[in-house]
């Protein structure tokens, strides 16, 4: 008789694990229902001390230790109103991991730049130093670390590279709410940093950004970037700049405020659940933890990666161990995205558009073809290694990681059963 759920076999998580995801009470409904009232859905007109957004603003860029906050429509905006802010152009490359959200190029691209895709460090996920020593040219104006799966990058490498060659730091923050390096929050480690607010995510109202700078003149043109080219302290009707409208609403913010007060202790009970996970994936041979850099002093995420080493699983594809791992009632998968983000149709096609800009930008000049790239790290983590688990997943008790540990230990025991 099978004993793997995915041969018909009995499944060994017959229950939910971790919490339903987004998590809200009453503080919610009563924040939304004291914005539908009060008339005031947008922060136009709302003095900062009145207006969540502005509230909102304030509270994250502390937390996160930066001086300025500027709350945007989304994540990806968010990456787009920093690039801008920063004074990245047409002509610029920008430095991107090959493993990570599509965003963080395609916002390069929308600002007129070139995303210039580079390897990851194996040990991390997160975009490799050297990779980014190696790609610097001439061009070079930007480099967008992501601390993929909240895992801080190793920003002193970063910032040495950075300092060097004198180049922007753009945090992309999407994954690491309250994630730290060294003691220092992520959102406070390079000249600008962005953080997504979309449903999935640590900290969410269904979608919403933000931008943090500790730089005054960078805060005052991410915010100008925000509102459609205005400038504080100018005529509402003046605008400066070429901008779109990226203002958050108050509905969304009173809900992040509302979110935010549970953000510190959903984060530890995440910390206290991957040690424990951690502790008793060490028993089970072919599956590994990421190694902990020490630096690395706080880890809160979207999703928790890991990894799978098939060879010793006798040569079982990775896929197949998520299959039958689904099957046992685990929602496993393999890190967000799936492939090198370079891999998508809008890269191999190299569809940008009637006029082929900004790759074809005269301003540019130099010939780029992104059927060309290839990261072999990134390649070979997403086609064999990379296991990841959702946040939420570690809302629950120890209990629960005992019954993942369970699970995973069942399938590592019936490799013959997996390879029919
Ligand atoms: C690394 C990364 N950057 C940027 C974004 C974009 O954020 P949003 O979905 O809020 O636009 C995401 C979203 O998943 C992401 O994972």
């Given at each position: 008789?099978?004993?793997?759920?995915?041969?018909?076999?009995?499944?060994?998580?017959?229950?939910?694990?971790?919490?339903?995801?987004?998590?809200?009470?009453?503080?919610?409904?009563?924040?939304?229902?004291?914005?539908?009232?009060?008339?005031?859905?947008?922060?136009?007109?709302?003095?900062?001390?009145?207006?969540?957004?502005?509230?909102?603003?304030?509270?994250?860029?502390?937390?996160?230790?930066?001086?300025?906050?500027?709350?945007?429509?989304?994540?990806?905006?968010?990456?787009?109103?920093?690039l801008k802010a920063a004074g990245v152009e047409a002509g610029d490359e920008v430095i991107v991991p090959a493993l990570t959200f599509v965003a963080t190029a395609t916002s390069v691209a929308?600002?007129?730049?070139?995303?210039?895709?580079?390897?990851?460090?194996?040990?991390?996920?997160?975009?490799?130093?050297?990779?980014?020593?190696?790609?610097?040219?001439?061009?070079?104006?930007?480099?967008?670390?992501?601390?993929?799966?909240?895992?801080?990058?190793?920003?002193?490498?970063?910032?040495?590279?950075?300092?060097?060659?004198?180049?922007?730091?753009?945090?992309?923050?999407?994954?690491?709410?309250?994630?730290?390096?060294?003691?220092?929050?992520?959102?406070?480690?390079?000249?600008?940093?962005?953080?997504?607010?979309?449903?999935?995510?640590?900290?969410?109202?269904?979608?919403?950004?933000?931008?943090?700078?500790?730089?005054?003149?960078?805060?005052?043109?991410?915010?100008?970037?925000?509102?459609?080219?205005?400038?504080?302290?100018?005529?509402?009707?003046?605008?400066?700049?070429?901008?779109?409208?990226?203002?958050?609403?108050?509905?969304?913010?009173?809900?992040?405020?509302?979110?935010?007060?549970?953000?510190?202790?959903?984060?530890?009970?995440?910390?206290?659940?991957?040690?424990?996970?951690?502790?008793?994936?060490?028993?089970?041979?072919?599956?590994?933890?990421?190694?902990?850099?020490?630096?690395?002093?706080?880890?809160?995420?979207?999703?928790?990666?890991?990894?799978?080493?098939?060879?010793?699983?006798?040569?079982?594809?990775?896929?197949?161990?998520?299959?039958?791992?689904?099957?046992?009632?685990?929602?496993?998968?393999?890190?967000?995205?799936?492939?090198?983000?370079?891999?998508?149709?809008?890269?191999?096609?190299?569809?940008?558009?009637?006029?082929?800009?900004?790759?074809?930008?005269?301003?540019?000049?130099?010939?780029?073809?992104?059927?060309?790239?290839?990261?072999?790290?990134?390649?070979?983590?997403?086609?064999?290694?990379?296991?990841?688990?959702?946040?939420?997943?570690?809302?629950?008790?120890?209990?629960?990681?005992?019954?993942?540990?369970?699970?995973?230990?069942?399938?590592?025991?019936?490799?013959?059963?997996?390879?029919?």
């Amino acid at each position: 008789m099978a004993k793997l759920a995915i041969n018909g076999g009995e499944p060994m998580v017959k229950r939910a694990l971790g919490k339903s995801w987004p998590i809200f009470d009453e503080k919610e409904e009563k924040a939304l229902f004291e914005v539908l009232r009060s008339g005031h859905w947008w922060r136009g007109g709302l003095e900062p001390s009145e207006s969540k957004v502005s509230q909102f603003e304030d509270r994250f860029a502390f937390y996160s230790q930066a001086k300025h906050g500027i709350a945007i429509t989304n994540g990806t905006q968010a990456l787009e109103c920093a690039l801008k802010a920063a004074g990245v152009e047409a002509g610029d490359e920008v430095i991107v991991p090959a493993l990570t959200f599509v965003a963080t190029a395609t916002s390069v691209a929308l600002v007129n730049a070139i995303p210039i895709f580079v390897d990851v460090d194996p040990e991390t996920y997160n975009i490799s130093p050297q990779a980014i020593e190696d790609a610097i040219t001439e061009r070079t104006r930007a480099i967008i670390p992501v601390h993929n799966g909240g895992y801080p990058c190793d920003m002193d490498a970063i910032s040495r590279i950075a300092k060097k060659h004198n180049l922007i730091v753009l945090e992309d923050c999407a994954h690491a709410h309250g994630s730290e390096w060294k003691g220092k929050r992520c959102g406070s480690l390079g000249d600008l940093s962005t953080f997504s607010f979309q449903q999935g995510k640590a900290l969410t109202c269904g979608e919403g950004g933000i931008v943090l700078t500790s730089d005054a003149e960078l805060a005052e043109k991410a915010y100008s970037f925000m509102h459609i080219g205005r400038v504080p302290g100018r005529p509402f009707y003046e605008f400066h700049r070429v901008a779109s409208n990226l203002r958050m609403t108050e509905f969304q913010a009173a809900v992040l405020l509302c979110q935010f007060e549970r953000l510190d202790e959903q984060i530890e009970t995440r910390e206290r659940n991957t040690r424990h996970l951690s502790e008793g994936l060490q028993e089970i041979e072919g599956i590994e933890p990421l190694v902990r850099d020490e630096r690395v002093t706080r880890w809160s995420f979207y999703y928790w990666n890991f990894k799978y080493r098939e060879e010793a699983f006798d040569g079982i594809p990775r896929d197949r161990f998520i299959e039958a791992l689904k099957a046992e009632g685990v929602p496993i998968g393999v890190g967000a995205h799936g492939e090198p983000i370079y891999r998508n149709p809008l890269f191999q096609n190299m569809n940008f558009g009637r006029t082929g800009c900004p790759i074809k930008c005269p301003l540019y000049g130099k010939k780029i073809d992104y059927r060309e790239t290839f990261c072999p790290e990134a390649e070979r983590i997403y086609e064999k290694e990379a296991l990841s688990l959702p946040h939420a997943l570690f809302l629950g008790g120890k209990e629960d990681m005992d019954l993942i540990l369970e699970a995973i230990r069942k399938v590592r025991a019936d490799t013959d059963e997996l390879r029919k």
